[in-house]
């Protein structure tokens, strides 16, 4: 049984030069999971951004705070639930007063179907509806700006396996801006997406290749660009190089995984991040 992750320190230093190394970034988990704290550093060891969360014993959020001290902001999000633990309210503060409030509204099997987001003066700022199928996915989704105007619109199809395979992304008008077509292969595996505009025209591809393993070892795009990624036996190395159209490499990154299957050490051309855990 893998370990569970209480916290994740983050050190960075310039390549080569060890002496530059500093405190990154701080994660901080609950047994479920869920990241409760993250603090951002900047090479002084000031905080730059932090965002705590709090939940109940039922480890649904309950309060939510972000600080970010590079862009002078703030907001604090406070959640209510019904007596079946699902979300039916959240409200945002922001620091200069203004305020909004998200609404959830609830089928007989308990799924979201309205989220109506209010303002400070409870005047509607924008709503959106969701639709589901026999199975729970969903089928659609609208979003509707203060008036009731349609603004966007989502719209899903899925195989018997419950695998998305199309969707189609709306404006405010009656054809899709754009159609997505994804792919598996054998094993489940998305190995192709195809993205076709309102004239289904297509506009861009991305295709993945699988080793023998069902590890994506490469991927491609209609610009021309790829990412190869590499393994050695044990995969606890791993190698991903990004080559621009014309072959040329844009970039090298390294991996290198501890006994317990996670990131311990990444390189770049330009930087090397390590990563020490604790755990529960």
């Given at each position: 049984m893998a370990k569970k992750i209480k916290q994740i320190k983050s050190?960075?230093?310039e390549i080569n030069k060890p002496e530059t190394e500093y405190l990154a970034f701080v994660k901080e988990y609950n047994e479920k999971g869920m990241e409760i704290r993250f603090v951002e550093f900047t090479e002084d060891n000031e905080i730059e951004y932090e965002h705590i969360?709090?939940?109940?014993s039922n480890f649904n959020p309950i309060k939510e705070e972000i600080i970010s001290n590079s862009d002078e902001y703030s907001e604090q999000k406070t959640y209510k639930y019904d007596e079946n633990n699902k979300l039916i309210e959240e409200k945002i503060q922001y620091?200069?007063?203004?305020?909004?409030?998200?609404?959830y509204e609830r089928d007989a099997e308990k799924r979201c179907?309205?989220?109506?987001?209010?303002?400070?003066?409870?005047?509607?700022?924008?709503?959106?509806e969701i639709y589901y199928n026999e199975k729970g996915e969903i089928l659609k989704r609208i979003e509707f700006d203060e008036y009731g105007k349609q603004k966007s619109k989502i719209e899903?199809?899925?195989?018997?396996?419950?695998?998305?395979?199309?969707?189609?992304?709306?404006?405010?008008?009656?054809?899709?801006d754009k159609i997505f077509h994804y792919h598996y292969n054998e094993n489940g595996?998305?190995?192709?997406?195809?993205?076709?505009?309102?004239?289904?025209?297509l506009v861009?591809?991305?295709?993945?290749?699988?080793?023998?393993?069902?590890?994506?070892?490469?991927?491609?795009?209609?610009?021309?660009?790829?990412?190869?990624?590499?393994?050695?036996?044990?995969e606890s190395e791993i190698t991903e190089t990004y080559y621009l159209a014309n072959g040329a490499v844009y970039n090298k990154t390294k991996y290198k995984k501890n006994s317990e299957g996670f990131v311990e050490y990444e390189e770049t051309s330009?930087?090397?991040?390590?990563y020490v855990y604790e755990y529960f």
């Open positions: 050190y960075q230093s969360l709090e939940c109940d620091q200069n007063a203004w305020e909004s409030i998200k609404k179907v309205k989220v109506t987001t209010f303002d400070e003066e409870d005047e509607i700022e924008e709503s959106s899903n199809k899925f195989d018997d396996q419950g695998l998305l395979i199309s969707k189609e992304e709306y404006s405010n008008s009656k054809k899709p595996a998305l190995y192709a997406v195809e993205t076709q505009n309102s004239r289904n025209r861009d591809w991305t295709k993945i290749i699988f080793d023998d393993k069902n590890r994506p070892v490469e991927q491609a795009n209609m610009a021309g660009t790829k990412l190869v990624i590499e393994y050695n036996d044990e330009e930087k090397i991040t390590r």
